[in-house]
């Protein structure tokens, strides 16, 4: 996978979205539980609804990436 580039896509009641990688490299791991519930996502994006785990490929392309609490603000910011 190529950072910036879409790796796969999640849909809602209303639309499909792409999802794009954070940062170059392979997948290391898929989570085989979001098949059987994907609600995971929502209910628990930092714990059991993670998607992939990437081995990364270059540690600089992580440099510029936010943390779970920017962006967190990101989004409550883009919301007002």
Known sequence: MVAGEPFGTVESVKAVSELFAPTSGTVAEVNAALAQS???VNKDPYGGGWMIRI????AKETEGLMT???YRKYV?????
Do not use: G
């Open 55 to 58: 081995k990364v490929a270059d």
């Open 76 to 80: 409550e910011d883009e919301a007002n």
């Open 68 to 70: 779970a609490a920017q």
């Open 38 to 40: 994907p609600d995971l």
